[in-house]
């Protein structure tokens, strides 16, 4: 093999760790991003019920005070009608009265269905601020976590481009110039191994006088159709390729 296709695979090595470890970089931010979402998300719900909650005691207020008014109409009805003296007038204020002891039963029985809402949203409250606390505490680790994992992840992307421009140098100017080419058509896959005249990056077959010049590793070859770079790593390789796996029965011709 030649050593510039050696310096290349290196630096095709290279070049997916960087993508890796740009990749994870990117990936953190947006993990913490969504696990905050997820606590503005709970907040507001927290926000929502604690909003409920305060329109259930307001409507316990007011209608406690309809129910004060509907006793004080009552008992000056009651007073009222010792002074009538006429039948029909007693029968009409009788009605009046019945019909005020209704609502005032009515009004009763709506503040005790408050008043359970009211103790239901409450213990839903309790649960969300449990909630919430957890999800704050376990973001503030996830956080620590993070900034930690992201300066690991930094410093390594650091070294490896370093490490990078070390290999570049040791490519031939017009080579890199190819190898960057070919690198932005294939999503950084720019070198593929040959078995058995096989292109592993397209699996197409390659031509015969190709796959004995690549042997010969005296030229740097391309696929003639993906384009990438070709290197052979030997008949090793491709036997131990052909081999059945242990445990595993040949495919019947």
Avoid at 5 to 25: G, S
Avoid at 64 to 91: F, P, Q, T
């Amino acid at each position: 093999m030649l050593p510039e296709i050696n310096k290349l695979i290196e630096l095709q090595e290279m070049d997916r760790e960087i993508l890796e470890l740009t990749q994870d970089l990117e990936q953190v931010p947006r993990e913490l991003e969504a696990l905050a979402r997820e606590l503005e998300e709970m907040a507001a719900a927290l926000a929502q019920h604690e909003q409920s909650l305060e329109d259930l005691q307001r409507q316990r207020r007011e209608t406690e005070g309809e129910m004060v008014a509907l006793e004080s109409a009552i008992k000056a009805s009651r007073i009222r009608l010792m002074d009538i003296k006429k039948d029909l007038e007693y029968r009409a204020m009788l009605k009046e009265i019945a019909f005020q002891e209704d609502q005032r039963d009515q009004k009763e029985t709506r503040i005790l269905e408050i008043l359970e809402e009211i103790e239901r949203r409450n213990q839903e409250i309790m649960a969300l601020r449990e909630q919430l606390a957890e999800r704050q505490t376990n973001f503030e680790h996830q956080q620590g976590e993070g900034r930690v994992r992201l300066a690991a992840l930094q410093e390594r992307l650091t070294k490896a481009e370093e490490q990078r421009q070390v290999i570049r140098a040791g490519v031939p100017p017009m080579l890199l110039k190819r190898y960057e080419f070919i690198r932005q058509r294939h999503n950084s896959t720019t070198l593929a191994e040959v078995q058995h005249s096989v292109c592993l990056g397209c699996h197409m077959n390659i031509l015969p006088q190709q796959y004995i010049d690549l042997q010969k590793g005296e030229e740097i070859i391309q696929c003639p159709n993906c384009q990438r770079l070709l290197y052979w790593v030997g008949e090793a390789d491709e036997e131990e390729a052909a081999e059945p796996k242990p445990g595993r029965r040949a495919a019947k011709s």
